[in-house]
């Protein structure tokens, strides 16, 4: 870097080159300005100075200059793991985790009107689908269930860390107060019946729960049906399917029961390493229109879905889809008579006091 050139040798000025981009750098320019504060700390008269830093009148430089001291020297204790949730993460990643809450909100594309906070939440999804897809090819052989509580597992695990990091960067005075919690159970073989909501049967993997508290915005309590499909292979080493198997009689029941009735497809990375959604009554439209009954083609699911993470956050979190009727909620709980969903899923979001009361019915 040609500044790099000038300074060189410099101290004193290095000194302020350092504190002038932790304090003014911003957007795309704070990359740049990252490596070059870390390279300069190769010297450790300089690491010295970043640390004094700490102490800086600046929200903002004391929080990049934890980032670069924890960084330089391995010691990550003094945040929450969720800085390093992805063994890929690089130290711009890492950093930018910690920079963007210094900078003036962004307006969202939600109620949650943080685009920084709805960007974390995407970019947290999209992490453990993208863990899903790539373990895929060695996990298609087990059962539909076996898949989804991976699936789940690593959305719970991911969500969790977007909180801790939520939680850092109010804690130094920046961000918005919100918190996303996802919980789930598997029901047993004894739970399970035959009856639906108004049909006569019932075949859903996930029932999610959706409950949104947001001080002087919106209050809303929501039920998502979805029903998991798996691509398979033609033989445990052989080429994917073209399609997916659909039961006719299983998809018209959800759309029956609730428009928010949605399908789950599972597959290894195709364009993208992601899980395609697709609404029930969609999947209905396209096999009719291309006359296959039992089957649809992966290319025609591509085409049409939205990946898992923005269906999350701009449909289900965005309250765009969800079904407030209190027997499909209760059946989402698993309280409703007759079959119950394998998964009962529930997805809490709270904007405002950072010590609301906690909602009642999370799976236990």
Not at 17 to 33: N, Q
Not at 72 to 92: A, G, N, Y
Not at 239 to 254: A, M, N, T
């Amino acid at each position: 870097m040609e500044i790099l050139d000038r300074v060189k040798g410099k101290q004193e000025y290095q000194r302020i080159v350092i504190e002038f981009f932790l304090w003014w750098s911003t957007g795309t320019g704070a990359d740049e300005a990252e490596l070059l504060v870390i390279t300069l700390c190769e010297d450790p008269s300089n690491i010295d100075f970043v640390r004094s830093l700490l102490s800086h009148p600046s929200r903002k430089v004391q929080l990049r200059s934890r980032a670069i001291i924890a960084l330089l020297e391995k010691d990550f204790s003094q945040f929450s793991t969720s800085f390093l949730s992805s063994s890929e993460r690089s130290v711009s990643r890492t950093i930018a985790s910690l920079q963007s809450f210094g900078d003036p909100p962004k307006e969202g594309h939600t109620w949650i009107d943080d685009r920084t906070v709805e960007e974390m939440l995407v970019g947290a999804i999209s992490r453990a689908e993208g863990q899903f897809c790539r373990e895929y090819p060695d996990q298609w052989g087990h059962e539909e269930e076996r898949l989804v509580g991976r699936l789940l597992e690593y959305l719970r695990q991911e969500l969790g860390n977007v909180n801790r990091t939520i939680r850092d960067a109010l804690s130094q005075g920046f961000g918005s107060p919100v918190s996303i919690d996802l919980q789930y159970r598997e029901t047993t073989k004894s739970e399970e019946g035959a009856e639906g909501v108004g049909t006569d049967t019932f075949g859903v993997d996930i029932a999610l729960i959706l409950r949104v508290a947001a001080e002087g915005v919106v209050e809303s309590e929501r039920a998502v049906f979805i029903q998991a499909k798996k691509l398979e292979r033609r033989k445990d080493d052989g080429p994917w399917e073209p399609s997916f198997k659909i039961k006719p009689g299983q998809r018209d029941d959800l759309i029956e029961q609730s428009e928010s009735s949605f399908y789950l497809f599972l597959a290894p990375p195709m364009i993208r390493e992601e899980c395609w959604m697709l609404p029930a009554r969609f999947v209905r439209n396209i096999m009719e229109c291309r006359r296959t009954k039992v089957a649809l083609e992966k290319n025609a699911v591509s085409r049409g879905a939205r990946s898992l993470s923005h269906w999350l956050v701009y449909d289900v979190i965005g309250l765009w889809t969800g079904d407030e009727r209190p027997e499909i909620i209760q059946k989402a709980e698993g309280d409703h008579k007759g079959r119950k969903p394998r998964f009962l899923v529930a997805v809490t979001v709270r904007k405002g006091k950072r010590h609301s009361e906690e909602f009642p019915g999370h799976p236990t």
